[in-house]
């Protein structure tokens, strides 16, 4: 996945980002915050994840599925890949 190696360092940013605020969630709970706090905390990591799932998403439908950017059997296999990752995803 070439879009995911030339976006790397961006990526992983987010990732630790998100790391951050899982690890403040985690407090927000062992310190028993109030129920306001620990929703809010909840959301900002729930908006972190779709926005580096839109990032890789959209990075690789350009990439692998763009037009005539790979031939038709492959294509349909990297389309099956995403829909499978969207459905897993939107469980």
Do not use: W
């Not at 909840?42 to 998403?57: F, K, P």
């Not at 790979?70 to 995403?82: F, I, S």
């Amino acid at each position: 996945m070439a879009h995911t190696i030339t976006g790397k360092k961006k990526l992983l940013a987010r990732v630790r980002r998100i790391k951050g605020q899982a690890e403040a969630l985690e407090r927000a709970l062992s310190g028993e915050a109030e129920c306001t706090a620990v929703l809010q905390q909840i959301a900002a990591v729930r908006g972190a994840v779709n926005g580096l799932m839109a990032e890789v998403l959209e990075g690789h439908i350009r990439e692998h599925l763009g037009p005539d950017a790979v031939e038709p059997a492959q294509r349909d296999e990297d389309l099956a890949a995403v829909v499978a990752a969207l459905r897993s995803y939107l469980r």
